[in-house]
């Protein structure tokens, strides 16, 4: 299988996810079993085993299945920018490179998130007039999903970069959850208007700002982060990670913590077991490998990452959602309204600094 007829496909880097590329193969021949339309992937890995594990999952006369050869792989604990650096063939730089390249419009990885978002944010460049790009975790509530950015790309925002996530947040949540005219959050320890660090008073004195590109409902707290009061709600890198590590966390331990105490007696065992059904779509809606990974939103072309632990459901979706963000590409309607945040942001420090006494100014 060669590489040169490749149009508009999706690159996965089939070496980076910690049940091995089998998995990553089986996941592909389930997303072209399932997933109507579904054009061209590019398998980037070492070749020979790539060749095998495709002749074993009777993918060997599958014509939209395509190899880039790549003989590195970079670990989950390898230093992001000394990753890529020293491993120039390695199965994730390749892959971010075929999109670099034009010969792919997408790529995917259960790799190293910081390799993966250095080496995109390096090589595909963030969108015009956006400084860093953010990484979004789709999160379930109580009835519906909601959006959190940012989830670790950038843990040293600046208010306008939080502006950017609003509007990028807008646009994606418009194109790949349906939402007509997705609410809007900024993550605060308190929704009174002088809550929060002088990042967040910030950022909600810009995002009062933005007038009709976004939906701003306020401030939100942590109470009501899971109660669907907002479609998006924004953060910095730092906050958000932990914010999704916590959730996670906290979701593995109930559920240990409720199989310890159902099968104490047999009486709640019973119960269990008359209630498995509604345990079972609570599990689901709380299972991240229905939500197809994290896009990294800001940059030229679009960036998927996968959890390292991703099975071959997990990956499945994340195909399946790369194909419907490339299909309704929401680039090209955000750079507008990134472009129009701007000119608002730097209205805004003009005139802020035209009205400073020139005591202030000598302080700033």
């Known amino acids: 299988?060669?590489?040169?007829?490749i149009h508009q496909g999706i690159?996965?880097?089939?070496?980076?996810?910690?049940?091995?590329?089998?998995?990553?193969?089986?996941?592909?021949?389930?997303?072209?079993?399932?997933?109507?339309?579904?054009?061209?992937i590019v398998l980037v890995g070492k070749e020979r085993l790539l060749q095998r594990l495709i002749k074993v999952a009777g993918l060997g006369d599958e014509?939209?299945?395509?190899?880039?050869?790549?003989?590195?792989?970079?670990?989950?604990g390898e230093k992001p920018i000394q990753s890529l650096k020293r491993k120039k063939d390695s199965s994730l730089v390749k892959a971010i490179e075929m999109v670099k390249k034009g010969k792919c419009c997408a790529v995917i990885s259960c790799g190293n998130t910081g390799s993966l978002m250095a080496g995109s944010t390096l090589k595909l460049r963030p969108l015009p007039g956006v400084e860093r790009p953010a990484l979004a975790a789709v999160m379930p509530a109580k009835k519906e999903l909601f959006l959190l950015l940012d989830a670790g790309a950038n843990p040293m925002a600046k208010p306008e970069h939080l502006v950017h996530n609003a509007i990028l947040g807008h646009h994606y949540t418009k194109v790949v959850m349906g939402k007509v005219k997705p609410r809007i959050g900024l993550l605060s320890n308190g929704t009174e208007e002088n809550k929060g660090n002088e990042l967040v008073q910030n950022?909600?004195?810009?995002?009062?700002?933005?007038?009709?590109?976004?939906?701003?409902?306020?401030?939100?707290?942590?109470?009501?982060?899971?109660?669907?009061?907002?479609?998006?709600?924004?953060?910095?890198?730092?906050?958000?990670?932990?914010?999704?590590?916590?959730?996670?966390?906290?979701?593995h331990s109930m559920k240990d913590l409720l199989k310890e105490e159902i099968v104490k007696n047999p009486l709640r065992l019973t119960g269990a077991l008359l209630?498995?059904?509604?345990?079972?779509?609570?599990?689901?809606?709380?299972?991240?490998?229905?939500?197809?990974?994290?896009?990294?939103?800001?940059?030229?072309?679009?960036?998927?990452?996968?959890h390292g632990s991703s099975n071959r459901f997990?990956?499945?979706?994340?195909?399946?959602?790369?194909?419907?963000?490339?299909?309704?590409?929401?680039?090209?309607?955000a750079i507008a309204d990134i472009?129009?945040?701007?000119?608002?942001?730097?209205?805004?420090?003009?005139?802020?600094?035209?009205?400073?006494?020139?005591?202030?100014?000598?302080?700033d």
């Open 63 to 76: 014509s939209r299945l395509s190899i880039c050869p790549a003989s590195e792989v970079i670990g989950m």
């Open 203 to 251: 950022t909600h004195r810009l995002l009062k700002l933005m007038g009709s590109l976004i939906n701003y409902q306020g401030p939100i707290e942590g109470f009501e982060v899971f109660n669907n009061k907002v479609d998006v709600i924004i953060t910095d890198g730092f906050t958000g990670n932990v914010v999704i590590k916590s959730c996670e966390s906290l979701v």
């Open 275 to 306: 209630s498995k059904g509604a345990f079972k779509n609570v599990r689901d809606q709380f299972n991240p490998d229905n939500y197809g990974g994290a896009p990294l939103l800001g940059l030229n072309n679009h960036v998927r990452k996968s």
């Open 339 to 363: 472009q129009r945040a701007n000119e608002i942001i730097k209205a805004d420090r003009q005139e802020r600094d035209n009205n400073q006494t020139p005591l202030e100014s000598s302080k």
């Open 1 to 5: 299988m060669a590489d040169n007829n």
């Open 11 to 40: 690159a996965i880097d089939a070496m980076g996810g910690d049940l091995g590329t089998a998995e990553v193969i089986r996941a592909v021949a389930l997303a072209f079993d399932q997933i109507k339309g579904l054009g061209p």
């Open 314 to 333: 997990a990956i499945m979706n994340a195909i399946r959602v790369t194909q419907e963000v490339v299909s309704n590409d929401y680039t090209s309607r």
